[in-house]
């Protein structure tokens, strides 16, 4: 059985430190995947389990063991949100 998209990335990331997303597409076409959507929605699920960070529009870097801030309304902020 082949690589999975995501191990394609990830392994696209390990060498280049940054991905660019025209230049990822190349790279996996050349791999046989064939949907650009499949590409951009790894990307977000890889951005979002913290894996790679988005450094701009269609750019992406390994993460490196960095958090990623997620903001969650307090109690205070709950009550306020509910009162408006």
Do not use: H, P, V
């Amino acid at each position: 059985m082949g690589k999975t998209c995501k191990e394609y990335i990830m392994e696209y990331a390990n060498l280049n430190g940054i991905l660019r997303s025209d230049a990822l597409w190349t790279y996996l076409k050349d791999n046989g995947e064939t949907s650009k959507n499949t590409m951009s929605c790894t990307l977000t699920k890889l951005s979002d389990e913290g894996l790679l960070l988005r450094t701009g529009r269609g750019e992406y870097a390994l993460s490196k063991g960095k958090m990623k801030f997620t903001a969650q309304a307090g109690e205070l902020e709950k009550k306020i949100y509910e009162a408006l």
